[in-house]
């Protein structure tokens, strides 16, 4: 999957450092977020273990999102850039999709913390 993903942020900005930058950021919010959810797990709910599934199902669900949001973006930057260079496209680029981006990661987290709380 990250193959894909990288292959599509090469074509997509034509460069190799941005995508391998942009995979990485992405795969590191995994790491840190399978790292809080043993803390919570274990530490603040007390289980003994979690399930061997969640590694899995968080790196499809996190990497996979990041992805998009990742490529939405930087597609935006781009198409900014070529008209007003590239700090001025960043800026805009930014301007024009973070709060979009920011409202998707807010509902994706209410609809996780929802189904969450169903188990219960």
């Not at 999957?1 to 795969?27: D, H, N, S, W, Y």
């Amino acid at each position: 999957m990250l193959l894909v993903v990288f292959l599509v942020l090469m074509v997509l900005l034509r460069a190799v450092l941005g995508p391998v930058l942009l995979i990485a950021t992405v795969f590191l919010s995994y790491l840190a977020a399978l790292g809080v959810s043993a803390v919570v797990n274990t530490g603040i709910f007390g289980f003994a273990a979690t399930s061997p599934a969640l590694p899995l199902f968080g790196f499809i669900f996190l990497v996979a999102l990041g992805c998009d949001y990742n490529i939405f973006l930087m597609a935006r930057i781009r198409e900014e850039a070529l008209t007003y260079g590239t700090r001025e496209g960043i800026r805009r680029g930014l301007s024009a999709t973070g709060g979009v981006i920011t409202s998707a990661g807010l509902i994706l987290a209410g609809t996780f913390a929802v189904l969450g709380l169903l188990r219960w």
